[in-house]
C-alpha cells in the first residue's frame, strides 16, 4: 500500500464516521462512480445490503460468484432477489475448460480427497472469477461479520486489500446474528431458507452442511478439515493492510 492508499483511507474512515450503513454506502458510491460493487452469496447479511442499495438507490453494482455447485435454494433466492428489487445482480463464473480439466482429473468430489484439491476448486470456482469482478474497481463492498469467525473480530469496517487494490467496506461488521435475522423479518426482505435449517454460512451444496447446537459458525463449511484453516481463499487478511479507525 503506498503512501496515497495509506492518506486516502485514512480520509475515507474519518468521513464515515457518524454515518449509519446505508449512508456510508452512499457516500463511497458517490465519491467513487461506477467503481464500487458488492458481492453477494446471497446470504443473511448481502440481502441486507441488497435491500439497502434498493431502496436507497445507490449507485453499487452486485455480483456473484455462481461456481456451477450452489443449493437450488440459493438461485431461488437470487431470483427473488431479481424480481422484487429489479437490480442487476452480475454473475461470475468459472472457466469451463479448467473445470473440466480439473473435475476429468481429479473426479467431481475431489475436494474431499485432500485440502490441496479443494483449495485448487475453490481457486478455480471462486477466487478467479472474483479477480474478474474486481478488477479496475475502487471499493468491494461485503457482508462480512465479527461473529462469523475469530480472525474478523480485529477487522475495521473499512480497510485496503492489496490483493485486489481495493477498498474493502464491511458495513455489517458489528452487527448481531439476532439483529441481522430481527431486521430479515421487519423488513420483509427475501432470504434463503437453509437458514432455517440450521445453515449459516451457505456456500457450495458439497462443501456446506448445517451446523449442531454449540458449533461455530464455521462448522458447517468443509466440516472434515482443519477447523483453523477453512478459508475459500476470498477473504485473505493476512496482505490487507488496516488503521483502527
Request: proline share 5%.
Amino acid at each position: 500500500m503506498n503512501h496515497t492508499s495509506t492518506e486516502q483511507l485514512q480520509q475515507l474512515q474519518k468521513q464515515i464516521q457518524g454515518k449509519n450503513e446505508w449512508e456510508a454506502l452512499d457516500f463511497l458510491a458517490k465519491s467513487f462512480p461506477n467503481k464500487v460493487v458488492f458481492s453477494t452469496s446471497f446470504s443473511w447479511e448481502d440481502q441486507i445490503i441488497l435491500f439497502w442499495i434498493y431502496q436507497h438507490h445507490i449507485n453499487i453494482q452486485p455480483f456473484t460468484l455462481d461456481t456451477g455447485r450452489l443449493f437450488p435454494e440459493t438461485y431461488a433466492v437470487w431470483e427473488r432477489s431479481r424480481e422484487k428489487y429489479g437490480l442487476e445482480i452480475k454473475a461470475y463464473y468459472p472457466d469451463a475448460l479448467q473445470i473440466q480439466n480439473f473435475v476429468s482429473q481429479n473426479g467431481p468430489n475431489a475436494f474431499y480427497q485432500s485440502v490441496e484439491n479443494r483449495q485448487t476448486c475453490c481457486h478455480i470456482r471462486k477466487v478467479q472469477p472474483l479477480q474478474k469482478a474486481l478488477a479496475n474497481q475502487k471499493v468491494w463492498i461485503t457482508g462480512l461479520r465479527a461473529e462469523h469467525s475469530q480472525h474478523r473480530q480485529q477487522l475495521p469496517i473499512l480497510e485496503w486489500d492489496s490483493t485486489y487494490a481495493v477498498f474493502k467496506f464491511h458495513p455489517l461488521l458489528h452487527w448481531s446474528t439476532e439483529a441481522v435475522k430481527s431486521y430479515i423479518q421487519n423488513q420483509n426482505i427475501p432470504y434463503n431458507p437453509l437458514h432455517d435449517k440450521g445453515f449459516v454460512s451457505i456456500g457450495c451444496a458439497p462443501c456446506t452442511r448445517a451446523i449442531q447446537p454449540g458449533e461455530n459458525f464455521r462448522a458447517g463449511r468443509w466440516w472434515w478439515e482443519d477447523a483453523n484453516k477453512k478459508e475459500c481463499g476470498l477473504h485473505i487478511h493476512s496482505q490487507l493492510t488496516t488503521i483502527q479507525s
